[in-house]
């Protein structure tokens, strides 16, 4: 198997503008998270220094269920930046706590070396492209705290 990495993942907490926490802790508060990736809060949580004493978890098949409940107003989704930048930018949810990096990476995977076809190599750039552009978007406009690059 080869592989690139092509992106780190960062994650955070969002909600819709009205449903922002009236203070700086999660404590009593709905946790929406997906099945797929189970320990996000809890990553989260230990990366941003927080808790959420006497919070409840509602899990959905999928992260996009997740943000789609959070869009409903149902409480804070956990979800990765790259699934809600739009949201960001037009104001419909905001990550009232900022996004941290959790230590994982987008990657792009394939049976043969990239560079023993040519469709495969321009694919990698693209996409590597595409995500460099993503990432110095986020990193411009979005509210980022990292517990090792502040």
């Known amino acids: 198997m080869h592989g690139v990495t092509i992106c780190e993942e960062w994650i955070a907490p969002v909600c819709v503008p009205t449903g922002r926490p009236a203070s700086d802790h999660l404590h009593g508060a709905r946790l929406l998270r997906g ?26 098949e999928h ?28 104001g419909q949810l905001i990550a009232p706590f900022g996004f941290v990096r959790d230590g994982s990476s987008y990657c792009l995977l394939s049976a043969r070396p990239f560079a023993q076809s040519t469709n495969a190599m321009l694919f990698q750039q693209w996409i590597t492209q595409q995500m460099s552009l993503c990432s110095q978007q986020f990193a411009e406009g979005a509210a980022v705290h990292s517990p090792t690059v502040i």
Do not use: H
Not at 42 to 59: E, G, P, Y
Not at 69 to 78: D, H, P
């Open 63 to 90: 992260f996009y269920l997740c943000i789609q409940a959070a869009l409903a107003g149902l409480e804070i989704g956990m979800t990765s930046f790259l699934m809600v930048q739009d949201e960001l930018k037009s």
């Open 35 to 60: 099945k797929t990736r189970p320990q996000a809060w809890d990553n989260w949580l230990r990366l941003a220094d927080m808790t959420a004493a006497d919070a409840s978890r509602v899990d959905y």
